[in-house]
């Protein structure tokens, strides 16, 4: 194990997380994974390697971290304050991380969730085809000083100094959702007002889901506020008890009782995860054809990420090591003119 990540000092909410176990929703277990699955693809682009990949997902607040040998890495999600040996780095950019060098990672500045990728990914054991903790389930459990997680094989070391452009999701804003089998229980001028309203992410919320406070008055169904429990998926919301909507992210039950007014488009469900305690959302109803299309063209925009990689621009004033650097083609000592005339 000589590719290793040492954990210094870690947040409450850090665990590894790649994509997830889909298909096990028969088994009484849902996907799991990374609450914001985006950032997984932005951190493979932005290392050359599968998005499949293990990483760090850091909720709120990441920690100070130790590398066992020279590293790669990548951040992603919520932009959090990230140092390398007190030099701060940018955010939705690659960086090599020497070994035995320390990387600081603070609060969130944006959103909920920031992720901490390497170059090889965390080759953590595998439970049932994945190495995601799944809190809820009790696979896996979030990370603790002393944990040493091992690496793995990096197919491009060297290949760092690159960035994204930020994806504009960790501020709340619109979200698509589609009508369900239970959109019906709702009379028309309760889901028109749903869409008209905006909604407070509320600070309770966790991998399973986020509860959402409305600008007015409680929601209600026709059918009230308990039907026989059907599957549930991630994005899907529901009408709780008292009201409020409740938006299914990635570590939810597999079968639920409130009714369920929509299901958020999967191409947004990422804006959710990411909305902070107090940010605004707000829904708008869409067809099954729209969020086909949309989802198409997210597809397509994914696909595209590693086109949309750019050389990160550093201000020298943060470059240790700038003397080593070739900053303008030709300049020379000033003796070679006196040389050649020689």
């Known amino acids: 194990m000589s590719r290793t990540l040492i954990v210094r000092r870690t947040g409450p909410g850090v665990t590894v997380q790649d994509m997830g176990r889909p298909g096990r929703i ?3 277990l849902s996907r ?21 990949l293990a990483a760090l997902e850091m909720a709120g607040f990441g920690g100070e971290f130790e590398a066992g040998a020279d590293l790669r890495i990548a951040l992603t999600g919520a932009p959090m304050a990230a140092t390398l040996d007190g030099s701060r780095l940018a955010w939705n950019a690659s960086h090599a991380l020497p070994k035995g060098a320390r990387l600081s990672i603070g ?12 170059g090889g990914g965390f080759d953590t054991p595998e439970v049932l085809g994945a190495r995601s903790a799944h809190l809820a389930a009790g696979i896996g459990a979030p990370l603790a000083a002393g944990d040493v997680l091992p690496v793995g094989a990096d197919a491009r070391p060297g290949a760092v100094g690159l960035c994204l452009a930020a ?3 960790f501020d709340g804003g619109r979200v698509r959702v589609v009508a369900g ?16 309203e905006g909604f407070r992410r509320d600070a309770r919320g966790n991998r399973m889901g986020v509860r ?9 169904s026709e059918a009230g506020l308990s039907i026989l429990s059907e599957t549930v998926v991630p ?9 409020s909507p409740f938006v299914l992210l990635a570590e939810c039950q597999t079968t639920g009782g409130y009714p369920r007014i929509g299901t958020v488009i999967a191409a947004d469900l990422p804006r959710v995860a990411q909305a902070a305690a107090g940010a605004v959302l707000r829904f708008a109803f869409i067809d099954i054809a729209q969020g086909r299309d949309i989802d198409a063209r997210e597809r397509r925009r994914i696909a595209a990420l590693r086109g ?12 240790r090591d700038l003397l080593s650097y070739q900053l303008i083609s030709g300049v020379t000592a000033g003796d070679d003119l006196d040389r050649r005339e020689a």
Not at 32 to 52: F, K, S, T
Not at 181 to 192: D, I, L, N, V, Y
Not at 308 to 319: E, H, K, M
């Open 26 to 28: 028969g088994d009484g």
């Open 32 to 52: 799991g994974g990374a609450a914001d699955r985006l950032a997984l693809y932005e951190g493979a682009a932005l290392l050359g390697q599968p998005a499949g």
């Open 107 to 118: 609060g969130a500045e944006a959103g909920s969730y920031g992720y901490l990728h390497v």
């Open 167 to 169: 994806d504009p999701r």
């Open 181 to 196: 089998p239970q959109t019906g229980f709702f009379g028309a001028s309760e889901t028109a007002r749903f869409a008209a």
């Open 212 to 220: 959402l406070l409305p600008d007015g008055a409680p929601f209600a």
């Open 235 to 243: 994005g899907d919301i529901q009408i709780t008890g008292d009201g």
């Open 308 to 319: 949309a990689v750019r050389p990160l621009l550093r201000d020298p004033a943060t470059i």
